[in-house]
């Protein structure tokens, strides 16, 4: 009998041992995500202030175009440095296949989930968060027919060449009277004003982003609530920054095409200074969606002026 009863007793207590060690692994279990989400969290936190003080800059918003531009026209010199070997050195490459076919849908689920997620926590109104995003639909309809007229510039100027070879030389025989289509179809040749598409993209893109997020920073300094997904999108919007930026300068040094490219980084810089430097200025009414950030913080600093002071996207010409 005693023995039946001190079985039980150490079965009790084996039970309860292991109990304790249950919660105990849940405590330490909880105690470590606990940290680990505090940590990515500050890592968060200095990340994206650190890029919202960068884009918010008024040296960096006077400059940045200057920048853009000198890339695209000294960044063919680059291709007496690269190595024709490299894997960007294929048009096949993953970052131009997933991200540069894509260029304009990458950006605008981007910024257009930025701008929306910051204009209507800050407003709760559907209405000025719509305004802020026609933003995007208007650069995308301006993309849209300089493509389409880019399209039609090069059909009209353009030429069908037939590739042979002469003595083990290789030669371009012009073939009359085709059209592009017909051409293309035929295996052959067609050459025509052009003017790059890519860099064209590519340089909007760039400017566009630069612009729209530059109200973070300010929103930022003015204490401005910002939740872990604000800033998420916001450090999505800076990767893609650097992405564009990097596939830019990829192109230039290793398909470098120095007139068609200087003439799609002109027209993207143009379009930009015509939409934000120009159009957008004239204020929001029903035909202007006005500036970045324009009618979000005046809650916050209490006065039209303060929010124009912090929020003025005026660049030095």
């Not at 001190?6 to 995500?33: E, K, P």
């Not at 929001?284 to 003025?312: D, H, I, M, V």
Request: with cysteine.
């Amino acid at each position: 009998m005693e023995a039946v009863r001190f079985t039980h007793t150490a079965q009790y207590s084996n039970d309860n041992s292991f109990g304790d060690f249950q919660i105990l692994r849940s405590r330490i279990r909880s105690a470590f995500w606990f940290w680990v989400q505090m940590f990515l969290n500050t890592v968060l936190v200095m990340l994206t202030d650190l890029a919202a003080r960068l884009l918010g800059n008024t040296a960096f918003r006077q400059h940045f175009h200057l920048l853009l531009s000198a890339a695209v026209m000294f960044g063919p010199a680059l291709s007496l440095w690269v190595s024709q070997h490299s894997v960007f050195a294929k048009r096949s490459h993953f970052l131009y296949r997933v991200f540069l076919r894509s260029g304009w849908g990458w950006t605008c689920v981007f910024v257009g989930s930025f701008v929306f997620l910051l204009s209507f926590s800050i407003r709760r109104s559907l209405a000025l968060s719509v305004r802020h995003l026609s933003r995007l639909g208007v650069a995308g309809g301006l993309w849209l027919g300089f493509c389409k007229l880019l399209d039609h510039l090069e059909n009209a100027t353009g030429s069908c060449y037939e590739p042979l070879l002469d003595s083990g030389q290789p030669l371009l025989v012009l073939r009359e009277g085709a059209s592009r289509s017909e051409c293309l179809r035929a295996g052959m040749l067609w050459r025509g004003y052009e003017v790059s598409e890519d860099v064209f993209l590519l340089c909007l893109c760039c400017l566009l982003l630069a612009e729209e997020t530059a109200v973070f920073g300010p929103y930022l300094s003015l204490g401005g609530i910002s939740d872990a997904p604000l800033r998420i999108l916001f450090l999505f919007c800076v990767l893609l920054l650097g992405l564009w930026i990097f596939l830019l300068l990829c192109l230039l040094a290793y398909f470098p095409q120095f007139p068609t490219q200087l003439l799609g980084g002109a027209l993207g810089c143009l379009s930009w200074r015509g939409l934000y430097q120009g159009w957008y200025r004239l204020g929001p009414n029903w035909y202007c969606p006005g500036r970045p950030g324009l009618g979000l913080l005046n809650t916050k600093t209490g006065s039209t002026e303060a929010e124009g002071a912090q929020l003025s996207h005026d660049h030095c010409n």
